[in-house]
């Protein structure tokens, strides 16, 4: 799986948009770009995942640029319960297919 | 979605004993994963098991420290044997949902050695 890179934290303000950073320069073709999210003291939760084009489900948007380098996950309206930490994953889908993680954002949501 | 099931939540364990923890998935699934997440650390994959077959392991982590049942479907169990302080952790298992893009993840257990 490709390496991917991300700000260690971020701060964003309750109610404003909360724009993630994630840097995959190293991504292959047929690699998706997957994100998930760890509140504290629970497990990760899927959020979305895309290939090529943009994509947008009832959590996030996902904004994947032209050349498969970077992307961006994007919380329209940013709540207390958003405050966790990000993890962007390079990753070729399919079941048998392990989740490796990086370091992620950890995003804080202030009121 | 899956629902996933752990015991126990959170243990405090002497130094050199083992501890077993379970997973327990609400549908069939072929493939568990094992992670432990070291404290303020990401999740670092210990294991894929197969049901069936001996588990898959990753750099790092050996069957003798690690041992995997799968008896079945939708149960597993990972020991942490001769524990030491460096083994407290959050352990999680996670399975692949049905549409094969997105991993369902347990609770948790923490581990506190001492």
């Known amino acids: 799986d490709a390496k991917t890179t991300q700000p260690p934290s971020m701060d964003c303000a309750e109610g404003r948009a909360a724009n993630l950073p994630c840097n995959h320069s190293?991504?292959?073709?047929?690699?998706?770009v997957y994100w998930y999210r760890q509140i504290h003291s629970q497990g990760p939760q899927y959020i979305i995942h895309?290939?090529?084009n943009n994509e947008t489900n009832e959590m996030a948007s996902l904004i994947i640029t032209e050349d498969r380098k970077s992307s961006t996950l994007i919380l329209p309206h940013a709540t207390l319960r958003d405050t966790a930490v990000y993890y962007c994953?390079?990753?070729?889908?399919?079941?048998?297919?392990?989740?490796?993680f990086g370091t992620g954002t950890l995003l804080a949501v202030q009121p | 979605s899956a629902v996933i099931s752990q015991k126990p939540s959170r243990d405090i364990c002497q130094r050199g004993t083992s501890l077993t923890i379970q997973c327990q998935v609400d549908?069939?699934?072929?493939?568990m994963f094992w992670y432990r997440q070291q404290p303020g650390q990401s999740l670092t994959l210990i294991a894929t098991?197969?049901?069936?077959?001996?588990?898959?392991?990753e750099s790092g982590f050996v069957i003798d420290k690690f041992p995997i049942s799968r008896p079945n479907l939708t149960f597993s169990t990972l020991t942490v044997s001769n524990m030491s302080p460096e083994d407290s952790s959050i352990y999680l298992c996670s399975v692949p949902g049905t549409s094969v893009y997105e991993q369902f993840f347990g609770p948790g257990t923490r581990l506190t050695v001492l």
């Open positions: 190293t991504i292959s073709g047929n690699e998706y």
């Open positions: 895309g290939l090529k």
């Open positions: 994953i390079a990753h070729l889908g399919g079941a048998t297919n392990k989740l490796i």
């Open positions: 549908s069939q699934v072929t493939m």
């Open positions: 098991a197969n049901q069936g077959s001996e588990a898959t392991y």
